[in-house]
Nanobody, 126 residues
């Protein structure tokens, strides 16, 4: 059974940090591009950060560049999203997703992502 499970969300004050984890079971992440997406109330789901399966190339949304870092540990079948300098506007449900990305497709092209986790809530508030 293919499954992605996110963890690490929670309540944090502005300026704080969280590290999200996305653990895969039922398949090996090595061959998959992994993306972190988020959805705030009343807004569409958007790409936050993604990492390729092959050359380690990454994508970051402009709003998180310099604050978030994506990484993968294939030995643990897990992808991480380190989030620093969090802002209230980062508040959302964060989802990880996996895909075998077609050649030429953009890493953050959400429509290509086949497998999704259940999401983890991140709330940034004082």
């Amino acid at each position: 059974q293919v499954q992605l499970v996110e963890s690490g969300g929670g309540l944090v004050q502005p300026g704080g940090s969280l590290r999200l984890s996305c653990a895969a079971s039922g398949f090996t992440l090595d061959y998959y591009a992994i993306g972190w997406f988020r959805q705030a109330p009343g807004k569409e789901r958007e790409g936050v950060s993604c990492i390729s399966s092959s050359d380690g190339s990454t994508y970051y949304a402009d709003s998180v560049k310099g604050r978030f870092t994506i990484s993968r540990d294939n030995a643990k079948n897990t992808v991480y999203l380190q989030m620093n300098s969090l802002k209230p506007e980062d508040t959302a449900v964060y989802y990880c997703a996996a895909t075998v990305l077609p050649r030429g497709a953009k890493l953050h092209a959400i429509d290509y992502y086949d497998y999704w986790g259940q999401g983890t809530q991140v709330t940034v508030s004082s």
